[in-house]
């Protein structure tokens, strides 16, 4: 962890994150009606891993196996020319976006701007029904028109703050911790 961050508060445990994953899983079934129509797409490196999460939880509600896909967007960031060593992912889209109703899946929602690279990526693979954003934390301060549909839990933060998601098979432990800068 950066030496320059000073841990101020841990906003989530592991059952607290499972908790909100689970709610998220029955609002998206809920809003939908179901899950027939339903494409979970994460955004990586850590909104892969929640939709996979999500997904689950939705196969076990509904007993239908929904797709999961993920995608990269680092090609997609406004701010790619100034972005050194970025390493490129891979987009995994498994299934035609074309007329599904898509669940992208972010972590944190910060400037909105992950998601609106993410909303990009998808765009360039077809024509979904809908595109709708669920995310595990709402951190506030956006700087595109964009609200995420599933919020696990909001954070309001100030901008030398910022939220660290651990999750066990990546950092061996599971929690969101709220952080600051050390200035």
Request: a neutral charge.
């Amino acid at each position: 962890m950066d030496k320059q961050l000073k841990i101020k508060n841990e906003i989530l445990d592991k059952p607290s994150i499972e908790r909100a994953l689970t709610r998220i899983a029955h609002e998206i079934i809920e809003k939908n009606k179901g899950a027939k129509n339903i494409y979970i797409i994460g955004i990586r490196s850590r909104g892969d891993v929640l939709a996979m999460r999500i997904a689950d939880k939705i196969n076990e509600i509904e007993r239908i196996k929904v797709p999961i896909g993920a995608v990269d967007i680092t090609l997609y960031r406004d701010d790619y020319d100034r972005v050194t060593k970025a390493l490129v992912k891979s987009t995994e889209l498994p299934v035609s976006v074309d007329d599904k109703d898509i669940i992208l899946v972010d972590d944190v929602l910060y400037t909105g701007r992950s998601a609106r690279a993410a909303m990009d990526v998808v765009i360039d693979y077809g024509r979904p029904k809908t595109i709708q954003l669920a995310v595990l934390i709402d951190r506030g301060h956006r700087e595109l028109p964009i609200q995420a549909n599933y919020v696990g839990k909001n954070v309001p933060t100030n901008k030398n703050e910022m939220i660290i998601l651990k999750l066990e098979a990546s950092d061996g432990e599971e929690k969101v911790l709220l952080a600051e800068k050390e200035v």
